[in-house]
């Protein structure tokens, strides 16, 4: 199977490929736009919690870090007397 080659005409210049225009890429402005739409849909479609849900869970966080801290100081305050006893020992 012979395979056709290009070849250029005879007597002026070579001509160029023409540039084959595609659809042009959107720009930046477009893209942001884009995206801000579709934030927006998306959080209509967000089910927002009520303020009496939003007020439980807002405790129940801050209690369980408070609780959180105190086991942590508690058990910081243990360790360090501890091991302060240990090296006076050694």
Do not use: C, H
């Amino acid at each position: 199977m012979a395979s056709k080659q290009a070849t250029a005409p005879t007597g002026g210049t070579p001509k160029q490929p023409q540039a084959v225009q595609g659809p042009q890429k959107p720009g930046i402005v477009d893209t942001v736009r884009e995206f801000y739409d579709d934030v927006r849909s998306e959080m209509k479609k967000v089910s927002w919690p009520t303020y009496d849900e939003l007020k439980s869970l807002t405790q129940l966080v801050l209690w369980s870090l408070l609780i959180s801290g105190i086991l942590l100081g508690l058990y910081d305050f243990i360790f360090n007397n501890l091991m302060g006893l240990i090296l006076r020992l050694g």
